[in-house]
């Protein structure tokens, strides 16, 4: 099993900036992968960006405005929300691609989610 706590949403005005953190803990011997989700009401859930190794791969919309970075040593990801626009309000996932301590599986596991409103 796998845990993904997430912590740093909540209401900010447009333009305004918001973190995100994400804490990855369990039976796992390495992190593949590991980045954000979102899901607007009504619409299906998007990459946000991921960071895998050393590379990232963010979504067109939010280039330039979110910065992913990674602490493999903490087993934690981190997501710098800067320029906000409504349009980025949605409940934000935090996503984690493990490889299992015990077995040769791959695990993938979701936190539960944590809101972003952008609204003034």
């Known amino acids: 099993q796998v845990q993904l706590v997430e912590s740093g949403g909540g209401l900010v005005q447009p333009g305004g900036s918001l973190r995100l953190s994400c804490a990855a803990s369990g039976s796992m011997s390495s992190i593949n992968a590991m980045g954000w989700y979102r899901q607007a009401p009504g619409k299906e859930r998007e990459l946000v960006a991921m960071?895998?190794?050393?590379?990232?791969n963010y979504a067109d919309s939010v280039k330039g405005r979110f910065t992913i970075s990674g602490d493999n040593a903490k087993n934690t990801v981190s997501l710098q929300m800067n320029s906000l626009k409504p349009e980025d309000t949605a409940v934000y996932y935090c996503?984690?691609?493990?490889?299992?301590?015990?077995?040769?599986?791959?695990?993938?596991?979701w936190g539960q989610g944590t809101q972003v409103t952008v609204s003034s």
């Open positions: 996503r984690a691609v493990v490889s299992s301590r015990y077995t040769s599986s791959t695990i993938v596991s």
């Open positions: 960071t895998t190794g050393g590379s990232t």
